[in-house]
């Protein structure tokens, strides 16, 4: 089965800084890569998603990118605030394909932190 | 637009009880997930609904089941309950094959 790897799992940034979030695949079939922001004692939050047709994604402040040949996809934060202090989960699955491959698997997550 | 709702918050059970949880989706959702969340081991895929059927589920013992209703709701049912039971147990939904799924503020289930 798919299985996701997922580093760092703590990263600590200064404000402003930028982030970035690796996680790496195993299953080429896998065509949709969403990433999750879960705060302490929270849902998690889809923030952003990319499908295996498009190399990269941008919304205003987070970015995704994947490189389908390595089977890798990273998050980037930039000018990061306090708030998005939390732990980011990666995910991957075989989206519409059929035997069941709607199921997310997901990363270890990474615990970052924004501090002031 | 009301998100993914969950219910109980929290459920305390002992050894050995069943207990059932429960996960009403986005309206116009008809996919149902459920994932569980053990302190130190992330989310794992635990069941999926569609239209009403088991369409897939993750590697978990029989002893956890479900079910979808009509109005695509669903149900949890875990029984013979164990103390490595203890987790959050997260239920997301999507409209389709292939479609971002959002998730539910989860039930905490605790075993005594």
């Known amino acids: 089965g798919e299985n996701v790897e997922q580093h760092p799992s703590t990263l600590s940034v200064q404000e402003g800084d930028s982030a970035v979030i690796k996680c790496t695949y195993s299953?080429?079939?896998?065509?949709?890569f969403p990433w999750y922001k879960q705060e302490l004692g929270k849902r998690p939050q889809l923030i952003i998603d990319i499908r295996s047709n498009v190399g990269e994604k941008k919304d205003q402040r987070i970015a995704v990118t994947l490189n389908k040949t390595a089977k890798h996809f990273s998050l980037h934060i930039t000018e990061t605030q306090p708030e998005d202090s939390a732990v980011y989960f990666c995910a991957a699955s075989k989206g519409a394909l059929t035997g069941g491959g709607n199921k997310l698997t997901f990363g270890t997550g990474t615990q970052l932190k924004v501090e002031l | 637009e009301a998100g993914v709702t969950q219910s109980p918050t929290h459920l305390i059970k002992t050894r050995g009880q069943q207990a059932t949880l429960r996960c009403s989706p986005i309206s116009g959702h008809t996919s149902v997930y459920w994932y569980q969340q053990a302190l130190g081991l992330g989310l794992q895929f635990l069941l999926w609904y569609d239209e009403g059927e088991e369409r897939n589920r993750g590697n978990f013992p029989p002893r956890f089941s479900g079910r979808q209703f009509p109005n695509y709701s669903s149900e949890l049912n875990v029984n013979a309950l164990e103390l490595e039971d203890s987790a959050l147990y997260l239920c997301?939904?999507?409209?389709?094959?292939?479609?971002?799924?959002?998730f539910g503020d989860g039930t905490r289930l605790s075993i005594l």
């Open positions: 997301a939904s999507s409209y389709g094959l292939g479609q971002p799924q959002h």
């Open positions: 299953d080429s079939a896998s065509n949709y």
